[in-house]
């Protein structure tokens, strides 16, 4: 069985500027689906994390999460439910596009709507924990992640280039860059290399893009 940690990494929101590349770790301050560890993600573990929010309030992600699975109904519900989280505090979410890195995330940005980014900071991370992060965690959890063929090609060939032999099999960042906690990180940092120059080439209208 798997775990979906109340508290931990959820992915990296990686920002691509022209050809720089700025990663952001993110992680839940409060209960609610988080890095993935110990295997395969149950139905169980989602009821469990359903308990955790109901407890802590979030009670529209625990009525999700309460049957042991989330489609993509109730993901795009949550978005529904951010987007309105946002507004509620002036600020504008702008409308999702799925990622090319898996398939399956929605790739979005918050518009501050000419205020101060500190202060819309502030705001969303309220709504993203009650709202977001729990369903958007247990679904991409749950859900068969497949990375966009021209940006997967486009990786393979950047990594090859730099003496990696990288699989027509690997159909994902994860594959890619291989383990993201192993002692040397050379490999996921020439992978992130890599996914920042082809998602700035291959899809200059995405800002920004999660990995899981």
């Known amino acids: 069985m798997g775990q979906l940690l109340m ?4 992915g990296r929101v990686t920002q691509l500027v022209g050809s720089a590349v ?20 149950t139905s169980e573990d989602l009821k469990a994390s359903a308990q955790r929010e109901r407890n802590e309030g ?3 992600s625990a009525e999700m999460l309460a049957d042991g699975a989330i489609d993509k109904a109730e993901y795009d519900k949550a978005f529904s439910n951010l ?8 600020y504008r979410v702008t409308d999702p596009v799925v990622s090319p890195v898996d398939g399956l995330a929605f790739a979005f940005d918050y518009d501050p709507q000419g205020r101060d980014l500190g202060a819309m900071s502030d705001h969303s991370l309220p ?5 977001w992060l729990p369903v958007s ?15 997967r090609s486009s990786m393979q060939k950047c990594m090859k280039a730099a003496g990696y032999d990288i699989s027509d099999e690997a159909k994902t960042f994860r594959a890619i860059a291989g383990d993201p906690f192993a002692e040397d990180s050379s490999r996921d940092r020439k992978a992130m290399d890599c996914f ?5 080439r291959l ?4 800002k920004s893009a999660g990995i899981w």
């Open 7 to 10: 508290t931990g990494r959820l």
């Open 22 to 41: 700025t990663t952001l770790v993110l992680a839940a301050c409060g209960p609610g689906p988080g890095a993935l560890t110990g295997g395969k993600i």
């Open 58 to 60: 979030h009670l529209e």
């Open 83 to 90: 987007s309105r989280c946002m507004g509620d505090g002036g």
């Open 127 to 131: 709504c993203e924990q009650r709202y």
């Open 137 to 151: 965690a247990a679904y991409m959890a749950t859900h068969e992640q497949k990375m966009d063929e021209p940006l």
């Open 196 to 200: 920042g120059e082809g998602m700035t």
């Open 203 to 206: 899809y200059p209208a995405i």
